[in-house]
């Protein structure tokens, strides 16, 4: 698709006038089900949207307490220890240990004493906490009966009124986290995947961007800001 100087100024105006590149989830970005597209501006790309959290906390001055939501890996909790000593065990050099139940057993009910607390996870949840806001973590793993995550999130942040982790699992046919997001009235949700933060939007919510860290063992590392989302600064950490 070809787009002249006129059609990109008028693209971006628009954007730009709603607040946000890409603010509706329905426009094009690299998801399953959802073409690509790249809008340039004198031959760069659109501006990223990066933001504090100061900044973040700032812009919820005034407002009520509301119920926000975490993704967990790679969001709170750098967890690719444990999810690559799963692949050592159960499926070398492959990722068939993503559908295993035992993996998923091991992860949740063992393997997460091995993940480590990312900074960003610290500071957001402390801000949000501090507001009054109410939390839920929702997870794309199988779930397990003995996970701890549950308890390992509670100790790790601090949480004052913990949730259960709500394990909702994947699939290649829909965004499994949208029902969860909907059904709990979360309004902020942050992820560092692409389908975090369509989910988030499709469920009327905001998504905002958690940088993935480059060590990750969750490949490839995405495109942050493709769909205009809000990235949060230094949050691969």
Excluded at 56 to 64: A, H, M, T
Excluded at 82 to 96: C, L
Excluded at 133 to 145: K, L, M, P
């Amino acid at each position: 698709m070809k787009l002249t100087k006129i059609a990109i100024s008028s693209l971006l105006a628009c954007a730009f006038a709603s607040g946000s590149v890409f603010a509706d989830p329905k426009l094009p970005g690299t998801e399953t089900g959802y073409s690509s597209i790249q809008i340039m501006q004198q031959g760069e790309p659109a501006q990223l949207h990066w933001v504090s959290v100061e900044e973040i906390e700032k812009s919820l001055e005034g407002k009520e307490p509301m119920t926000v939501g975490f993704d967990i890996d790679d969001t709170v909790l750098f967890s690719s220890p444990g999810f690559y000593r799963g692949q050592q065990v159960f499926s070398p050099n492959g990722y068939s240990y993503l559908k295993s139940q035992k993996f998923w057993d091991k992860m949740n009910c063992e393997w997460e004493k091995f993940s480590l607390p990312k900074e960003i996870g610290k500071k957001l949840i402390t801000m949000h906490q501090k507001r009054g806001d109410d939390i839920y973590f929702i997870t794309g793993r199988t779930g397990s009966e003995c996970e701890i995550s549950t308890q390992y999130l509670k100790d790790s942040f601090g949480i004052n009124n913990m949730h259960k982790v709500i394990f909702a699992g994947s699939s290649k046919t829909e965004y499994t986290k949208t029902k969860h997001i909907k059904a709990h009235n979360i309004k902020m949700y942050y992820g560092d995947s692409d389908g975090d933060i369509i989910s988030a939007r499709n469920a009327g919510a905001e998504g905002i961007r958690i940088m993935r860290n480059a060590s990750s063992s969750y490949k490839p590392v995405p495109q942050n800001g493709i769909y205009g989302e809000k990235i949060v600064k230094d949050s691969q950490y």
